[in-house]
């Protein structure tokens, strides 16, 4: 393996040369730096990132560790952080945890252990129990005894000095739920994300405040959970119409749960819009191929993740700079499964 020996012998410079080059630490002439361009790239040396890490304390490298691979929802959040960590001269490694909070801990650790340089983290922890809690304010000091590693939170606010980029989930679920009353729909289903996590418990309450606030009543029967997949809204839609009460519309606690709700109800025999009307939150790319199209709340991903980015480079650069939290704006788009004159545009960009 080529070493750092090699290319100062075939440049004709010392190590302490090259090791100037490479780390931009002090002055090299244009000579001098030239030269040892040329043997780099002639020996093809490697720098190992973490080697280099030991010495200067920075590897360039972020952790993004996200809940799942397989909901659409988040490619184009990485995206947006991927773009963003290009910006800033940083590649970006991601890890799934599928839900799992020990498995997330687990991730978290190697960051740590491998001198990345931050964290971007989707957290499934709730901080409910008392395990939670702890693992949560441990992430203000995460690093290990030489370095601290600063976290970003993506999606939920975790803790008072924790960094965080945010969409008013409250916020969204009421523009869902405020579309449908403003169609003539007074009874209302809801198919909740995972009560168990802060996003599915907050669009939870945003349906249930905006009912209230329209003088609406709130039936338990009409509630049902999912765990944000297709088949678990399909699963969900059929147990509350087995419940026998009756209603016009639904609001989905995301667009793959929608999709869901929509297969479950055409294959009971109801018509969307004009039996049931249906709305999910997200606005991914599959919602617009169904039919009918489905009606969502459009939530920025490419931006949380973009911003995630770059307020992590921000904390990164001042570790002493108070605490910042991004709240994002969502919007409606109105498609067929709420009404005949939504939009049937397919999306066919950026996938």
Not at 34 to 42: D, G, P, S, T
């Amino acid at each position: 393996m080529v070493g750092i020996k090699e290319v100062a012998k075939k440049a004709g410079v010392s190590i302490s040369t090259v090791s100037n080059v490479m780390n931009e630490k002090k002055p090299v002439s244009p000579e001098l730096k030239a030269r040892v361009n040329e043997a780099i790239e002639a020996l093809q040396y490697e720098v190992n990132p973490v080697g280099r890490g030991l010495k200067s304390n920075k590897t360039n490298q972020i952790g993004v560790i996200v809940p799942s691979f397989n909901q659409v929802y988040f490619p184009a959040v990485l995206q947006g952080i991927n773009e963003a960590g290009i910006k800033y001269g940083y590649t970006i490694l991601v890890f799934e945890t599928n839900g799992d909070v020990e498995l997330e801990k687990q991730h978290v650790r190697f960051l740590q252990h491998s001198w990345s340089d931050g964290i971007i983290l989707a957290s499934y922890a709730n901080g409910e129990n008392i395990s939670d809690r702890k693992y949560i304010r441990s992430l203000l000091d995460s690093g290990n005894r030489k370095k601290r590693m600063p976290v970003v939170s993506l999606e939920n606010v975790l803790d008072p000095g924790i960094d965080a980029v945010v969409i008013d989930n409250r916020k969204a679920a009421a523009t869902a739920v405020n579309h449908l009353i403003s169609l003539g729909h007074k009874s209302i289903a809801h198919i909740a994300a995972p009560l168990r996590f802060q996003i599915g418990h907050l669009r939870l309450e945003g349906f249930k405040e905006t009912m209230q606030q329209a003088c609406l009543t709130v039936d338990e029967d009409l509630i049902a959970e999912g765990d944000y997949s297709p088949i678990s809204g399909y699963d969900a839609m059929k147990k509350v119409l087995k419940r026998g009460k009756k209603f016009t519309a639904v609001f989905a606690g995301n667009d793959q749960m929608g999709i869901g709700v929509i297969r479950a109800l055409l294959d009971e025999g109801y018509r969307v819009p004009e039996d049931v009307a249906v709305i999910g939150i997200d606005n991914n790319f599959p919602s617009t191929l169904i039919a009918p199209s489905l009606s969502s709340v459009n939530l920025p991903k490419y931006d949380l993740g973009f911003q995630a980015m770059h307020l992590l480079n921000e904390r990164m650069k001042d570790p002493g700079r108070p605490r910042c939290v991004i709240t994002l704006e969502s919007e409606l788009v109105v498609r067929k499964s709420t009404s005949s004159e939504g939009s049937g545009t397919w999306n066919l960009v950026g996938w």
